[in-house]
């Protein structure tokens, strides 16, 4: 089951993505202004989030396997085993 919360956040995601789909236009000229380090930086921050975000999914796997690896030697009763290298 989905939480309530994360429903929310989708359709907050879903709002901002239409709205900035129909006011956002591309500028006539790059040059001016601040207009392209703008753009730049909001495209690095996406690409640094998305980053981050498949790092910390690839250390939460990393954990998971460990985890499961170490069950499969140790056995249910690991955790007392004195000799643990």
Same mark, same amino acid.
């Given at each position: 089951? !989905?939480?309530?919360?994360?429903?929310? =956040?989708? #359709?907050?995601? &879903?709002?901002?993505?239409?709205? %900035?789909?129909?006011?956002? @236009?591309?500028?006539?000229?790059?040059?001016?202004?601040?207009?392209?380090?703008?753009? !730049?930086?909001?495209?690095?921050?996406? =690409?640094? #989030?998305?980053? &981050?975000?498949?790092?910390?999914? %690839?250390?939460?796997?990393? @954990?998971?396997?460990?985890?499961?690896?170490?069950?499969?030697?140790l056995g249910d009763f690991g955790e007392h085993h004195e000799h643990f290298p």
């Open positions: 089951m !989905v939480s309530p919360r994360l429903t929310r =956040l989708g #359709s907050i995601k &879903v709002s901002f993505t239409g709205l %900035a789909w129909k006011t956002y @236009h591309l500028p006539q000229d790059w040059t001016v202004g601040g207009t392209l380090l703008r753009h !730049v930086l909001g495209l690095v921050s996406y =690409l640094s #989030s998305t980053i &981050v975000d498949a790092y910390n999914k %690839a250390l939460i796997s990393l @954990h998971i396997w460990a985890a499961v690896s170490s069950y499969e030697v």
